[in-house]
């Protein structure tokens, strides 16, 4: 198995982060506007406002992706998770994940949440399998989303 690195967003990575999203998100469903606004402008709609964005590279490629989006104190959104085709079924969502969770503890998380729809559903299995909890989602937080779910870090 090839190993999984992990590492922080740097400006010039920010190209895969837009790309491997936009992949997946055109593939699945349609680009919302505010897709647009945070995958081409992460530095200002995800880090300086206290999230985090970072990557997992395998054999010196970023093959994943996955962001934090802080809500309130100690509490963040665990949003744009995208992993290359060819990487699918190696575990980088898993890791991703796991470190996005580390990211948000050591930033005083305490809750985490994302968004997703029903029809993807290995993320959801990996989701649940970590340990998150369906919980009834608020009205128009995109239009693809009709499940929520959380875990307590």
Known sequence: MEAIRIIPFQPSLQPYFESINKAWISEHFTIEPIDKEVLERPQENLLDKGGAVIFAVMEEEIVGTVA???????????????????????????????AILEV?????????VLYSSRKLTPAINMYRKMGFQEVVPEAGKYARCDIKMEIDL
Do not use: D, R
Request: glycine share 18%; hydrophobic share 40%; net charge positive.
């Open 68 to 98: 934090l989006k802080k809500h309130a104190e100690g509490i963040y959104e665990m949003t744009k998770m995208g992993v290359v085709p060819a990487s699918q079924g190696k575990k980088v969502g898993w890791a991703l994940a796991l």
């Open 104 to 112: 948000a503890k050591g930033m005083g998380g305490h809750k985490v």
